[in-house]
């Protein structure tokens, strides 16, 4: 009975001991071999964005025409800086000061900067602009087992999925890395997207690998997590509870077979 106890309690070690395999990031990675990475993941602007807009000139009088800051006749929005913020319209267009409608949807904002600039200067309004577009509260979301769960601010044109995470001061422990969820809004419709954080090739193959904005990426607990969350959670799923359950077992045996015998 001792031999079997002790080989018992040798693999009760063993099972608590064994390093987790759903923890580490990106598992399938080999060493030098290159893996695609898609290119074109910039935001694009979409109805309902907001974005402002400095056109600089060495000609005052025309930056005044041209840039809308707070207090401005007419202007209740400002964006950075105090900065006029235009907001896209559902047709993707801005009402820009002189020039009128500007179709800016699908546009990154290297080509609204482009699209206003060539327009100056097509229409011999400003012979040297220079055009600087940012965005204004544009976000998204990280919910669940992170770190620092919350809403986001977009202030680059690229956002990768493991930079949202490290904006959210990566997953806890207990977050279940292989089912990561990416919700998008595409239309009318909400298309769900899963990612394999333990996968190199789910990530940087997924849809979702460039964040969008207004995506909400959640982030569920693991089993474990889940089956804590019920009565017993502090005990009934850990490794000593079991150990010390069926070392009283045995004990409670050996004392009634001693009696029997």
């Known amino acids: 009975m001792r031999k079997y106890?002790?080989?018992?309690?040798?693999?009760?070690?063993?099972?608590?001991?064994?390093?987790?395999?759903?923890?580490?990031?990106?598992?399938?990675?080999?060493?030098?071999?290159?893996?695609?990475?898609?290119?074109?993941?910039?935001?694009?602007?979409?109805?309902?964005d907001k974005l402002s807009i400095y056109v600089h000139s060495r000609d005052p009088q025309l930056m005044d025409l041209f840039n809308l800051f707070k207090g401005s006749t007419g202007t209740t929005n400002t964006g950075s800086g105090g900065m006029y913020a235009y907001t896209v319209d559902n047709d993707g267009n801005i009402d820009f000061p002189v020039l009128g409608l500007v179709r800016v949807q699908g546009l990154t904002r290297t080509e609204v900067g482009k699209t206003i600039k060539t327009r100056l200067m097509d229409e011999n309004l400003c012979k040297d602009p220079v055009v600087t577009v940012t965005f204004y509260d544009m976000n998204f979301s990280?919910?669940?087992?992170?770190?620092?769960?919350?809403?986001?601010?977009?202030?680059?044109?690229?956002?990768?999925?493991l930079e949202a995470i490290a904006m959210a001061n990566d997953l806890q422990i207990d977050g279940l890395r292989g089912n990561v969820l990416v919700l998008r809004q595409e239309g009318d419709q909400q298309i769900p997207y899963r990612i394999d954080?333990?996968?190199?090739?789910?990530i940087y193959g997924s849809p979702a690998y460039y964040i969008r904005q207004n995506d909400i990426v959640y982030v569920e607990p693991n089993n474990k997590n889940k089956r804590n969350s019920t009565v017993m959670s502090s005990t009934a799923y850990q490794p000593g509870f079991w150990f010390g359950m069926v070392t009283s077992?045995?004990?409670?045996g050996s004392l009634i077979w001693a009696i029997l015998k």
């Open 5 to 48: 106890l002790l080989l018992f309690s040798v693999l009760m070690v063993f099972a608590a001991c064994k390093t987790p395999q759903d923890i580490t990031y990106m598992q399938d990675l080999n060493v030098n071999e290159p893996i695609p990475i898609q290119t074109d993941g910039s935001i694009r602007f979409q109805p309902g």
């Open 197 to 202: 954080l333990t996968s190199a090739k789910s």
């Open 249 to 252: 077992l045995i004990s409670a």
């Open 142 to 161: 990280v919910l669940g087992t992170v770190s620092g769960a919350g809403v986001k601010q977009i202030t680059k044109d690229k956002i990768t999925i």
